[in-house]
């Protein structure tokens, strides 16, 4: 049974030739060739085009931008366009992403946020009081509200090794402590190229995503249908 109120359209567009070549940097910078009025996602009652989409992803880039310190950053937010935001605005500054599951326990976020060694966490307006929870834990702690400005987007993004670290999925935890699995732009890429060849994926296909962000295999697919 799927629940309405997360579900997350997502309109896929081609992937650009370069992904072949194993890096995910190249998926992004060319994201943005598909007509700017085209619909981008949709989520709930919120719909984007690819011109909207690039500027608010901008925005929050700039604002990331002015952390050079922070070598990655913890996401924690609702299945929402905002997800997808703060995700495409890591990756435009060439850090890596760790996704948080916005239902889980404080204790076991703050046990994800310690044991990845994050400074920096991104949250979305649902889950401000979860942020400001793992803060009181840990003073040290940077939360940062999801950007809702719009700012001119540039093409111009961080030249990222393919082998560095795109993504961070911590596993379940069955039988020990959830461990964290790094995923780097080339694989990410590689899955990409594969799907999109596996499954046909047309320019005016409408997939609908509905599973949480973050977990191994729910993050790849979140990635792979937004690319």
């Not at 320019?203 to 191994?216: E, F, K, S």
């Amino acid at each position: 049974v799927c629940s309405s109120d997360l579900s997350l359209a997502i309109y896929y567009d081609p992937i650009c030739p370069q992904s072949k070549r194993g890096n995910a940097v190249q998926i992004l910078k060319n994201l943005w060739d598909s007509p700017s009025s085209q619909t981008a996602l949709l989520a709930q009652d919120e719909a984007l085009s690819y011109e909207l989409l690039g500027q608010r992803v901008m925005a929050q880039a700039l604002v990331l931008k002015e952390l050079d310190a922070a070598e990655n950053f913890a996401i924690l937010a609702t299945p929402s366009i905002d997800f997808f935001v703060a995700l495409l605005a890591i990756w435009k500054c060439g850090k890596m992403a760790i996704p948080l599951h916005p239902e889980h326990p404080i204790h076991e976020l703050d046990y994800i946020v310690k044991d990845s060694r994050v400074t920096h966490i991104l949250y979305n307006s649902s889950c401000a009081n979860s942020a400001r929870s793992l803060k009181e834990l840990d003073p040290h702690l940077n939360i940062e509200a999801i950007s809702s400005s719009l700012v001119p987007f540039s093409r111009q993004t961080e030249i990222v090794p393919a082998q560095s670290g795109a993504l961070m999925i911590y596993t379940s935890g069955t039988t020990g402590r959830p461990k964290g699995v790094v995923h780097t732009h080339a694989s990410l890429a590689a899955t990409l190229s594969t799907l999109e060849e596996a499954w046909g994926w047309r320019a005016n296909d409408r997939l609908l995503h509905v599973l949480p962000p973050n977990g191994t295999g729910r993050d790849w697919f979140s990635v792979d249908v937004q690319m």
